[in-house]
């Protein structure tokens, strides 16, 4: 069971952008990805074992079409990255990604499950740039000896 867990904590989940409300709901595009690079031999080891178990990939308890080695989970470069697209009522509701190894016990990937404003504050998503810790500047009354602009 400890090397399922550890399997599944190979693959992080990472939201695409902050999720743009749509007819009432939040769209999320989102990835998974693989923290073993493509062409080493832990990289080439995990993806074989994954393919031979036949593992899924499970968002909210349904699983992804597709195998770990298909086009849609690979990009040009070899990595691993799943494009992942979900709805949700709001920012708060919780978004459960397990990944399943043949028709054993499902593991939670990236720390699942997880609310979308947590995904959002742990990406750093949404925070302005004007700075190195991303924190807004408080402006005086007079900067510098100048007025504040109105």
């Not at 799943?82 to 939670?108: I, M, P, T, W």
């Not at 991303?134 to 005086?140: A, F, P």
Request: charged share 25%; glycine share 8%.
């Amino acid at each position: 069971r400890l090397a399922h867990c550890i399997i599944a904590e190979l693959f992080m989940f990472e939201l695409e952008s902050v999720p743009r409300k749509e007819n009432g709901r939040y769209s999320c595009t989102s990835y998974i990805l693989c923290y073993h690079r493509a062409g080493t031999p832990a990289f080439e080891g995990l993806l074989g074992r994954l393919t031979k178990s036949s593992a899924k990939f499970l968002l909210r308890g349904r699983t992804f079409p597709g195998s770990v080695q298909d086009r849609s989970s690979l990009v040009r470069d070899g990595n691993f990255r799943k494009r992942v697209c979900f709805n949700v009522g709001s920012k708060q509701d919780f978004v459960s990604l397990h990944l399943r190894e043949g028709a054993l016990e499902s593991y939670n990937i990236s720390g699942s499950p997880f609310s979308v404003n947590w995904l959002i504050e742990a990406q750093g998503l949404g925070r302005p740039f004007s700075r190195a810790d991303h924190v807004k500047r408080k402006r005086k009354d007079h900067d510098e000896g100048f007025p504040k602009k109105y």
